[in-house]
């Protein structure tokens, strides 16, 4: 067994803790992180919710790193290789895997408990830890002129929005929305103006906003406006509304607003995950009157498809993608500063400066 530095994370209160760590079976590897991402634990630090998934000492899904150990048969990866490791353990043989769907979709998806269960182990099964045991079909080999930092943006930043940008064929000839600039958001207007489309983003967060326009966003529209809905129609053809809508803060008021700016036959695209349970999650929509009529569609997703992981990671190697990156990372903290982390980021909005997505250094 190997000594690992894991991050447990309660309710105001993140530490690290030293558990032991297995070598790994047969369809898995062990690897050394180099980088492991926040997505949205912050919000067990704030509140204490944890997801079906998740127990205080198995959080964190993305993560980037290098090969240290591989299970008895393995062929595709050894010792050594840099890789980004995928969230979930998908099982390779459903439909959606079968198919090169999302991973985290898939219909036998399981959990860190259950990677550890399956190699014996005490810890490594989540993200935010220094040694991950990692089935080898969420890997893929990260190319030689591709920095780490840069390489974990094929999970929840770049990755998660990629797909459905891409999936919807979107183009230069496309007018879409962007409602809710959190990260995904502004992640999700990279996507876009990297296929050429025109970008309309709604929000109330005049740092988030500020953001979205040096990315490249071509309209920013407060939210909050009276008159929102008629600037929006404005910017399109014919003042008929957008081709697509992007929900990406997973709640009623920008679902809303998103459904509302399409044009007929218009199509949103729901990727905004709002973890907790509270009641603003309800959101009473009309059918008839919000989708029927106008035939407009709703959709979603929160993955990239295991189809896109080569062509996502030699995205990422383009300088424009890069760039871009660079203003969607704002800080970086070692592990053992978790904390300071979890609390910038619940605490945002009471900062100066803007906070995007924050990288966290496993065994510091």
Known sequence: ??????????????????????????????????????????????????????????????????????????????????????????????????????????????????????????????????????????????????????????????????????????????????????FIGLATIVNLKYRGAKVIAIGRDTKRMARAAELGADVIINSEDEDWLAQVKEHTIDGRGADFSFECSGYPYYQQRCLDSLRHYGTMVQLGYAADQGPDLKWELNTECGICWSKKTITASFDVDFRHRREILETLCDPWMQDKIDKLVTHTFPMSRAAEAFELLNDRNSVNEFVGKIHLIPGE
């Open 1 to 182: 067994m190997k000594v690992n530095k894991v991050l447990e994370i309660k309710k105001g209160s993140a530490r690290v803790l030293e558990m032991n760590v297995a070598a790994p079976v047969s369809g898995f590897v062990r690897v050394r992180q180099t980088i492991a991402p926040n997505c949205i634990e912050h919000r067990v630090y704030k509140t204490g919710f944890l997801e079906w998934h998740e127990t205080s000492s198995s959080l964190g899904h993305e993560g980037v790193g290098v090969i240290e150990a591989v299970g008895p048969g393995e062929t595709k990866y050894q010792v050594g290789d840099r890789v980004v490791i995928f969230q979930g353990w998908a099982c390779g043989d459903c439909w959606v895997c079968e198919n090169g769907l999302g991973a985290t979709h898939c219909i036998n998806l399981k959990g860190p408990q259950q990677v550890e269960e399956a190699n014996h182990s005490e810890s490594g099964g989540a993200g935010f830890c220094e040694y991950r045991l990692v089935p080898n079909n969420m890997l893929a080999k990260i190319p030689d002129n591709l920095p780490d930092k840069y390489a974990t943006a094929a999970n929840c930043l770049i990755g998660c929005t990629y797909t459905p940008v891409r999936e919807h064929h979107v183009t230069q000839e496309h007018v879409c929305v962007v409602g809710g600039v959190g």
